[in-house]
């Protein structure tokens, strides 16, 4: 095996890696925003605590304990309350005590704590219990861009055990470090480490850079938004500020618009999980495409398109149409694909992703437009599938359904052909309306 095709299955495999370990924390983030009124729900959490910290304590005394804090806590902070919804409050706390009080002549350890269980649970839901949302939100940000540098500094090691010159030649070891190492190569191997963890502590734009000076490997200008190169300060932020904003923040931000105040608390919430899931991942996918377009041998680069476009598909099949677009756009400009089926597989992806959202006014012109009389049959189907052509579409869909153009398996789960499964579905429903009808 050469040391190029070496290279190619590292970096095919560091990919893969890094792609199926960000969709897990994806995947997370989605679970997390299903089940978020079972998370924060505050009653709950309050109620763990008081039997944590009170073992003796049955479950019907913390509940009610937990309902009874929450309760007095709305009603002493609301301020538009009406006569008649805080009598109703009241009446609500009084019932609770009462059964407090109740539980505790039959329970003579509860009914000497409860003056203190009560003054500890209401301090507990006023200073100490807030949605976990806001805890765990951040942690998956922070677990994105983890993953995104362990990913880099792989792709590192790789590269720089492929071009070892490409290290500065300013590079300095004690002698105590040199005698160390039991070989040449392990000393090699301990000189590109450390150049690899000294470039890690640079910033983002930094990172950037070393790939492009190294190694010739470089990011199309128009993907480094501004909008990329936040989500790094941002998960600093989450990590060394508690999301609160600062000078260094400040300093390094172009975002458009006002920028927050020194001190001001950013949000980390479900949305922005996934903008900085998009991101990264689209970001992965280039500079993988470039190594294997930069450095390695032609026939090679097939892994990074059927890649490219599995990905593109499963984004698709997730309703992640935003991701769709971007990477459709990003690496359709940025990587000269080698194969033709490729190349349309990643731009009808895109057309589709651009109807999803709504947006299709601005691909309309060049589907309508596309020449595919001689092309294969599932690209014909394709545009009149993106057209809305329902009618010829269907026809053709069931001419070469259950053929190589069209797999079963496919016709059932390819999102582009949802409208023409409708329409073939509504046609079959009216037709048996019309059978059933009595004849006149």
């Not at 010159?165 to 070989?183: D, I, N, R």
């Not at 999301?243 to 006002?258: H, Q």
């Not at 049959?377 to 579409?393: H, I, N, S």
């Not at 069931?398 to 023409?420: A, C, D, F, Y």
């Amino acid at each position: 095996m050469t040391e190029n095709q070496q290279l190619d299955l590292a970096v095919s495999r560091l990919l893969d890696e890094y792609i199926e370990q960000i969709r897990a924390i994806m995947q997370l983030a989605k679970f997390t925003s299903e089940q978020a009124s079972q998370l924060d729900n505050t009653i709950e959490r309050l109620k763990s605590q008081l039997l944590i910290d009170y073992p003796w304590l049955d479950e019907s005394t913390a509940q009610a304990l937990s309902e009874l804090s929450i309760e007095i806590e709305k009603l002493s902070t609301s301020r538009d309350i009406s006569e008649e919804q805080s009598a109703e409050s009241k009446n609500s706390i009084f019932a609770k005590l009462d059964t407090l009080h109740k539980n505790a002549t039959e329970n003579s350890m509860l009914g000497e704590s409860l003056p203190e269980l009560l003054h500890i649970s209401l301090h507990s839901m006023a200073s100490k219990i807030f949605p976990s949302t806001d805890l765990l939100f951040p942690s998956l940000l922070v677990s994105l861009v983890s993953t995104f540098e362990t990913f880099i500094s792989e792709l590192f090691l790789e590269l720089y055990s492929r071009f070892p010159l490409a290290m500065s030649e300013k590079a300095q070891f004690s002698w105590k470090g040199v005698a160390s190492a039991q070989s040449l190569e392990e000393l090699r191997s301990k000189i590109i480490e450390r150049t690899v963890t000294t470039q890690l502590f640079d910033d983002f734009d930094a990172w950037i850079q070393h790939f492009e000076s190294k190694f010739g490997i470089g990011v199309p200008k128009n993907f480094l938004s501004d909008g990329l190169k936040e989500i790094f300060l941002r998960r600093n932020l989450a990590v060394h500020s508690g999301l609160r904003v600062n000078p260094i923040y400040l300093d390094k931000v172009r975002l458009a618009g006002e920028h927050p105040e020194v001190g001001e608390k950013l949000i980390v919430d479900y949305s922005y999980i996934e903008f900085a899931y998009q991101h990264l991942s689209v970001l992965g996918f280039v500079l993988s495409w470039q190594i294997a377009h930069k450095i390695l041998e032609q026939p090679s680069l097939g892994f990074f398109e059927d890649q490219a476009a599995n990905t593109t598909y499963k984004y698709l099949l997730e309703g992640k149409y935003d991701s769709v677009h971007q990477m459709t756009s990003v690496l359709s400009k940025a990587i000269p694909v080698i194969s033709e089926d490729v190349k349309l597989i990643m731009q009808i992806n895109g057309w589709l992703s651009l109807k999803r959202l709504g947006r299709f006014d601005e691909c309309r012109n060049d589907v309508s437009t596309w020449q595919t009389s001689t092309l294969a049959a599932r690209f014909q189907l394709a545009q009149l599938a993106l057209l809305d052509e329902l009618d010829k579409g269907l026809a053709l869909a069931q001419q070469i359904r259950g053929t190589k153009e069209l797999s079963i398996v496919h016709w059932l789960s390819w999102p582009l052909l949802e409208e023409i499964r409708n329409h073939e579905d509504s046609k079959t429903s009216t037709t048996d309306i019309a059978i059933l009808e009595p004849m006149s």
